[in-house]
Nanobody
Framework: IQVVESGGGLAQAGGSLTLSCAAF????????MGWFRQTPGKEREFVAA????????DYADSAKGRFTIAGDSAKNSVYLQMNRLKPEDTAVYYC????????????????????WGRGTQVTVSS
């Protein structure tokens, strides 16, 4: 499977953006899908993940209450709705795919994901 992110851009603090992760070469519904972000000089950090079994979503503390992850098997895609954006949300956002339907708490580790997109830049101005 391959994934391609889109939807990044420039937003003002308090605004919203929706990121999309489209899958190719496989059914996204067979994978646990994660959104991660990275800033220069820092490690890739977990933002949110979606597991198809049980329609389960998990969020980093920084994303809870502001971001929503959702999967659409018909469109073979996963989305990240980001509301009430903050300047500290500025980063390159990456979509990762990991074969399997069930969520495990260690899936917040980016090393658990075998497939990555090229990322999409999100910039939030104050």
């Amino acid at each position: 499977i391959q994934v391609v992110e889109s939807g990044g851009g420039l937003a003002q603090a308090g605004g919203s953006l929706t990121l999309s992760c489209a899958a190719f070469g496989g059914r996204v519904s067979g994978y646990t899908m994660g959104w991660f972000r990275q800033t220069p000089g820092k490690e890739r950090e977990f933002v949110a993940a979606y597991a198809w079994s049980g329609d389960l979503a998990d969020y980093a503390d920084s994303a809870k209450g502001r971001f929503t992850i959702a999967g659409d098997s018909a469109k073979n895609s996963v989305y990240l709705q980001m509301n009430r954006l903050k300047p500290e949300d500025t980063a390159v956002y990456y979509c990762g795919a990991r074969l399997g339907l069930h969520w495990h708490e260690w899936y917040t580790d980016p090393h658990e994901y075998s497939t990555w997109g090229r990322g999409t830049q999100v910039t939030v101005s104050s």
